[in-house]
């Protein structure tokens, strides 16, 4: 039982370079989540998904996509980068289909745009 | 939503309680508080929840005063694992996260 896997751990990017961030989880978890963490600050939510099929925008969804693929899988999309997206991204997963208390994270991607 | 306030950092003795305090003098009534944990540029890890009533899991305890305007967590031995950020979050069920800078808790030997 892997729980949430994210890949890749680390990338650096190009300005207007474009990406996608994998995130899978084997706990038949239905809802899962995208959030981002800048250096010495606390984790803003990018976007969520309460079941498979469904997305809606977080607190920072500007200049970012996503995809529930399946139940298991749910990508975030970088169309064309910029500096500012500089950060950590964390998917997490939670059980129910409304944004629970108990979420489970990965262990990030750190990603570096120049 | 509850504006949370919490210490920028603290530091406890191996073996001792640690006592984390916050402050959410505007919580409204059906505002829960939650627990999470950041070790070390992990992913944050759930620790506890409450409404109103105390609250003891196998990680730890949380104390809510009577008026809900602030709450301790409690953990009851810590070890140099617990070393960690530590987030409160003032939040209706069902609306997402906000997770602010947290407390530094540093478990010294």
């Known amino acids: 039982n892997a729980g949430v896997t994210q890949t890749p751990k680390f990338q650096v990017l190009k300005t207007g370079q474009s990406m996608t961030l994998q995130c899978a989880q084997d706990?038949?978890?239905?809802?899962m989540y995208w959030y981002r963490q800048d250096p010495g600050m606390g984790l803003r939510l990018i976007y969520y998904?309460?079941?498979?099929?469904?997305?809606d925008k977080g607190e920072v969804p500007n200049g970012y996509n996503v995809s529930r693929l399946n139940k298991r899988e749910f990508s975030l999309r970088l169309e064309s980068a910029a500096p500012s997206q500089t950060s950590v991204y964390f998917c997490?997963?939670?059980?129910?289909?409304?944004?629970?208390?108990?979420?489970?994270f990965g262990p990030g991607t750190r990603l570096t745009v120049t | 939503d509850a504006k949370t306030t919490q210490p920028p950092s603290m530091d406890c003795a191996e073996g001792r309680a640690a006592n984390l305090p916050c402050n959410h003098s505007?919580?409204?009534?059906?505002?829960?508080v939650y627990w999470y944990r950041q070790i070390h540029s992990q992913g944050p890890q759930y620790i506890i929840h409450?409404?109103?009533n105390n609250e003891t899991n196998e990680m730890a305890s949380l104390i809510i005063t009577e008026d809900r305007k602030s709450s301790t967590l409690i953990l009851p031995h810590a070890t140099l694992r617990d070393t960690a950020v530590y987030y409160c979050?003032?939040?209706?069920?069902?609306?997402?996260?906000?997770f602010g800078p947290g407390t530094r808790l540093s478990v010294l030997p």
């Open positions: 997490a997963s939670s059980p129910g289909t409304a944004i629970s208390y108990e979420q489970y």
């Open positions: 706990m038949n978890h239905n809802s």
């Open positions: 998904s309460a079941s498979e099929g469904t997305t």
């Open positions: 505007t919580i409204s009534g059906n505002e829960y």
């Open positions: 409450g409404l109103k």
């Open positions: 979050i003032v939040k209706i069920y069902g609306q997402n996260f906000v």
